[in-house]
């Protein structure tokens, strides 16, 4: 619906619910969601902020494509100064919440201050309120949807929430919306959490409206979604699979980050993969796949809906979790299953439901159980302090360190702290995989240098969907690169970056690039939005973003010498694979990136570079 033209802004010292106009010389510059929320957030905090203060601030907000007949055009951003990296954080969300949020008519919230006692956020059209959240402090993400649920008598009321994990401030809190969409990454619930905000709870009616030229964008949305249904990856692969289809696929390349990235291969991965989600259970002869799910808007139905085994050890006596629910998606069953070596497919699921349940990051948990399994491993941490057994391979011990977490239990308060905080903790710095302090997604930088380059330069921390690597290493799109090869990379990375820039802030979900390229997108864009969104200024603005989030994290302290990844990756080749010998090249390819940036030796963007991009 484009823009509805208006913001709501929250004062949660002073308990305020104010409406603005949208400041529409920035959303000329930057869009929506991701670009335009950076935007407000660099202009009113200090990037020095302790972003658990009540002087940080935490934005949700839509893209000028969400709510509309876009496909995947529901999602919604929260940016936010990140508790587990101490720079920016944008953590995207599909589901139904964004939608709904902009049917209310509002284009973006901004929260500010903290509230001296425990509050929700109730949002029907322009009626705006915050209410008293006592009864919801210290309950889950599940009971908060189905308790304000009822206490407004409305089915359709979209809830999003943070669990305990958010309260204890887990600094990987999620903020979750739907039972099982995500904000996930760099700790967005903590910051919630902080604010004594429990919930935003929104029921809008208004529909749709404000599109440019109507005509047009039916037009374009029509043949836009004719590409994703013909083309094999959003076409068959995703709704079939899910993400999870890439857990084979990865691992035979030996590029499968396994035993925190001790190995690049596990001899587990089959059991935890896609192609077992679809098979018959000994057990109870069902599929632990029950159907697939879409969120709102979306033609490519992607998610995963699954029932756990009833008679597995951590829900035999526990029938709340046995029901149909939200199941693995492929960076989930890595970071919970091969980063640990564990192949209990379960087991996984229950860790995975405990993560939608209390709100917490699956990336970041497993990969810090990982690290934590490793600090075991070599004798550093004991069963005493942990409390348990915390063998690599340990189902056991992955489920019962989920539950300590979520609920700030024992252990779990330093489990909660992420690797980059646990490690260091036990003078083993080296072993948290991580960049900027955030946990790596589920693709081994030494295995793919594409994806290595990317984890390093990310804006909010390792991160694979900055800069979508993959997609040209793997599956060849847009065109095939050799993933051992550093030449061309920098380069290829720079145009992901500032693409998946421009789709984040558009409303639309970064999975329709398997299918869709700027000349799929361009004119959806265009049809919705008054103004000249040619693709060079599309490009140009994703540009702009890019650099904005850099300048913000250079303000905050980051420096050139952060763009890097862990001794491990650099010094210890692979073990085994295609890529056996290989380390990660990033000083063969940073100086070239940093060039075509237009940045200094440093990283940091010459005046040259901001006169040019209107920063």
């Known amino acids: 619906m484009a823009w509805t033209r ?26 929506g969601q991701r670009g335009l929320a950076s935007k407000y957030l660099v202009s009113e905090i200090d990037p020095k902020v302790d972003p658990l203060a009540p002087e940080n ?25 990140g508790p587990l990296t101490g720079v920016i954080a944008c953590s995207n969300s599909g589901g139904f919440f964004g939608a709904e949020l902009k049917f209310a008519g509002w284009d973006m919230i901004i929260v500010e201050g903290r509230s001296p006692t425990p509050v929700y956020l109730h949002i029907e059209n322009d009626l705006a309120e915050l209410l008293p959240a006592d009864d919801l402090w210290g309950t889950t993400v599940w009971s908060t949807e189905a308790t304000l649920k009822k206490r407004h008598q409305d089915p359709l009321l979209r809830v999003s929430s943070i669990g305990r994990a958010g309260e204890n401030q ?24 902080s604010k004594n905000l429990k919930a935003i709870a929104v029921r809008g009616t208004r529909g749709v409206g ?58 587990g991965a089959r059991k935890i993969s896609a192609e077992a989600m679809h098979e018959k259970r000994a057990s109870d002869g069902r599929a632990h796949l029950v159907t697939n799910q879409a969120c709102f808007g979306c033609t490519i139905a992607c998610g995963r809906i699954s029932r756990i085994d009833e008679s597995h050890f951590s829900v035999e006596t526990r029938p709340e979790y046995w029901g149909a629910n939200g199941g693995l998606e492929y960076e989930a069953a890595w970071a919970l299953g091969s980063a640990n070596g564990v192949d209990d497919l379960e087991a996984l699921q229950f860790a995975n439901l405990l993560c939608n349940e209390d709100g917490m990051d ?84 030494r295995a793919l240098q594409g994806m290595g380059l990317a984890y390093a330069t990310s804006n909010r921390g390792a991160c694979h969907l900055r800069g979508y690597m993959v997609s040209s290493e793997v599956f060849g799109i847009p065109v095939k690169t050799d993933p051992r090869e550093t030449a061309g990379k920098p380069e290829m990375l720079k145009a992901f970056q500032d693409a998946t820039a421009v789709v984040d802030s558009s409303g639309l979900c970064v999975f329709t690039t398997f299918a869709w390229t700027m000349n799929d997108i361009q004119p959806q864009i265009q049809a919705a939005c008054e103004g000249d969104w040619s693709q060079d200024s599309l490009l140009q603005m994703g540009e702009r973003i890019w650099n904005l989030e850099r300048d913000f994290n ?62």
């Not at 390819?589 to 060039?595: Q, V």
């Open 210 to 267: 404000n599109i440019a030229d109507a005509k047009a964008f039916m037009a374009a949305t029509t043949a836009g979604k004719k590409v994703l249904a013909e083309n094999a990856v959003t076409g068959q692969g995703l709704p079939t699979y899910g993400t999870q289809v890439l857990m084979n696929v990865i691992n035979e390349m030996g590029a499968l980050p396994t035993r925190n990235h001790r190995d690049v291969e596990f001899e």
């Open 362 to 445: 699956p990336i970041s948990f497993g990969a810090t159980v990982g690290a934590v399994m490793e600090l075991y491993d070599l004798g550093i941490l004991s069963k005493e302090e942990i409390g348990l057994e915390v063998p690599f391979g340990s189902a056991e011990a992955l489920c019962k360190l989920a539950e300590m977490t979520a609920r700030g239990e024992g252990f779990g308060k330093i489990l909660g702290q992420g690797s980059k905080r646990v490690c260091a903790r036990y003078g083993k710095p080296e072993l948290s995989m991580t960049v900027k302090g955030q946990e790596f997604p589920a693709y081994d930088g």
């Open 170 to 193: 887990v600094l990987f809190a999620a903020i979750v919306n739907d039972l099982h969409r995500a904000a996930g990454r760099s700790g967005v619930g903590a910051v919630m959490g």
């Open 57 to 81: 601030k935490i934005i949700y907000a839509t893209g000028p494509l969400t709510g509309t007949m876009a496909s995947t055009g529901g999602r919604y951003s929260v940016v936010t100064k």
């Open 554 to 615: 250079l303000a905050a302290g980051i420096t050139g010498k952060d763009d890097t990844l862990p001794p491990r990756l650099l010094n210890e080749p692979c073990k085994t694979g295609g890529s056996k010998g290989m380390v990660a090249e990033i000083g063969k390819m940073l100086p070239e990136y940093y060039s075509l940036r237009g940045w200094t030796a440093e990283g940091v963007p010459t005046a040259a570079t901001r006169s040019r991009l209107g920063l």
């Open 6 to 31: 208006k913001i709501l802004r929250i004062n949660l010292t002073q308990g305020s619910c104010v409406s603005e106009a949208l400041n529409m010389e920035w959303a000329a510059q930057y869009l």
